[in-house]
T-cell receptor, first 113, second 112 residues
Framework: GAGVSQSPSNKVTEKGKDVELRCDPI?????LYWYRQSLGQGLEFLIY????????KSGLPSDRFSAERTGGSVSTLTIQRTQQEDSAVYLC???????????FGPGTRLLVL | GQNIDQPTEMTATEGAIVQINCTYQ??????LFWYQQHAGEAPTFLSY????GLEEKGRFSSFLSRSKGYSYLLLKELQMKDSASYLC?????????????FGAGTRLFVKA
């Protein structure tokens, strides 16, 4: 079946602009995660959605970052007033209920000029 | 808080065996994962341990000791295609539910 998809695959923006990154999880997966990965670094946890529960936003680096998940499926990560340090690969992952393995999307490579 | 440590880089020879160690500190341990990530690609799942002991899956094995906060990933009969980053990740149960924390990864270089 289809895996996790993300769009756009690449995004170049100017400092100060807002960007929206989209994640389509695997159908039926109840858990959805957003991570950020800078060049040569590990994955930095951003936010976690599980079913209808309130999301775990503890990893969001500032109030410029927000995310929502509509209808328990598609998720959008929004970065307002982008800064150059926001440049990174943003990875989305999903997992089925009661299963531990996360399935990652291909990521969105964001470059803030 | 949570903390995961693994070596930054390792080099090994094709056909050999390599062991990548991971130590962790967490308050609500609920499982440890190993993921493989080739350059420019997304991570892919390798193994999951929640009980102590060794889990073997083909050329790859993963070991866990919960009392020591320690895991290793063992790669046998190394191939050039095994050159990648290997990410250790711990699932932690907090007040808000489960969260998976990733280490910085170990870059493995396999040489001929």
């Amino acid at each position: 079946g289809a895996g996790v998809s993300q769009s756009p695959s690449n995004k170049v923006t100017e400092k100060g602009k807002d960007v929206e990154l989209r994640c389509d999880p695997i159908s039926g997966h109840t858990a959805l995660y957003w991570y950020r990965q800078s060049l040569g670094q590990g994955l930095e946890f951003l936010i976690y959605f599980q079913g209808n529960s309130a999301p775990d936003k503890s990893g969001l680096p500032s109030d410029r970052f927000s995310a929502e998940r509509t209808g328990g499926s598609v998720s959008t990560l929004t970065i307002q007033r982008t800064q150059q340090e926001d440049s990174a690969v943003y990875l989305c992952a999903s997992s089925p209920d009661r299963e531990e393995t996360q399935y990652f999307g291909p990521g969105t490579r964001l470059l803030v000029l | 808080g949570q903390n995961i440590d693994q070596p930054t880089e390792m080099t090994a020879t094709e056909g050999a065996i390599v062991q990548i160690n991971c130590t962790y500190q967490t308050s609500g341990f609920n499982g440890l994962f190993w993921y493989q990530q080739h350059a420019g690609e997304a991570p892919t799942f390798l193994s999951y341990n929640v009980l102590d002991g060794l889990e073997e899956k083909g050329r790859f094995s993963s070991f866990l000791s919960r009392s020591k906060g320690y895991s290793y990933l063992l790669l046998k009969e190394l191939q050039m295609k095994d050159s990648a980053s290997y990410l250790c990740a711990v699932r932690d149960r907090g007040t808000g539910g489960f969260k998976t924390i990733f280490g910085a990864g170990t870059r493995l270089f396999v040489k001929a």
